[in-house]
């Protein structure tokens, strides 16, 4: 088996692949994420995972699969990125508030032996329940959202925030840990 590299700084992420069993090192992408537009497609979200992937495979030697990912949160066919500032995070949390959100995580993985890629999103719907200002100003000041999508992290939200869930948890914290293992599966059954 190929030795696995995880293209991402996110502590969550490498927590989830800690659970995968797989053995990884962490090798961060420096690829710097720019969208042209804040609407929602499947190929935005697989487009950045893919640039991050293949900036860490620049940087390494063969015989290596590269996992790069991104996680987006969609609202109205809007994509919702990190907030620029607790203001803008407030906004989020608000427009979030009461209704039905989706979580995409795309994920690419790179096998630098044989140059294939595989790709695979995976999509888990979120309902927050009806947030009161204070609410959302006690998560701001107590949590930190401003590093991620939507402006918050599923795995920290307090009791009277979440509403239910559908789909994979991991997946909206960031990584599919299934979703993983199918990619590193296609790639290392065609070497």
């Known amino acids: 088996m190929s030795k696995i590299i995880l293209a991402s700084n996110s502590p969550r992420r490498k927590q989830i692949m800690s659970k ?6 962490v090798i961060p992408s420096n690829y710097e994420e720019k969208r042209d537009t804040d609407s929602f497609s499947y190929e935005i979200v697989e487009d950045l995972a893919t640039q991050k992937a293949l900036d860490v495979v620049k940087r390494v030697d063969n015989n290596k699969v590269v996992i790069g990912a991104d996680t987006v949160v969609v609202l109205d066919d809007k994509i919702l990125g990190k907030p620029k500032d607790k203001a803008d995070a407030f906004n989020m949390l608000k427009s979030l508030s009461g209704r039905t959100h989706f979580v995409v995580t795309s994920i690419c993985g790179i096998n630098t032996k044989t140059n294939r890629a595989a790709l695979l999103s995976t999509t888990s719907y979120v309902r927050f329940k009806e947030l009161s200002d204070e609410l959302i100003h006690h998560y701001i000041d107590n949590y930190d959202p401003l590093d991620k999508a939507g402006s918050y992290g599923i795995q920290e939200l307090p009791p009277n ?31």
């Open 20 to 25: 995968t069993g797989l053995e990884f090192e």
């Open 161 to 191: 925030f979440l509403d239910k869930y559908e789909g994979s948890f991991e997946n909206i914290v960031g990584l599919d840990p299934e979703a993983v293992k199918s990619v590193i599966r296609q790639l290392e059954n065609h070497q």
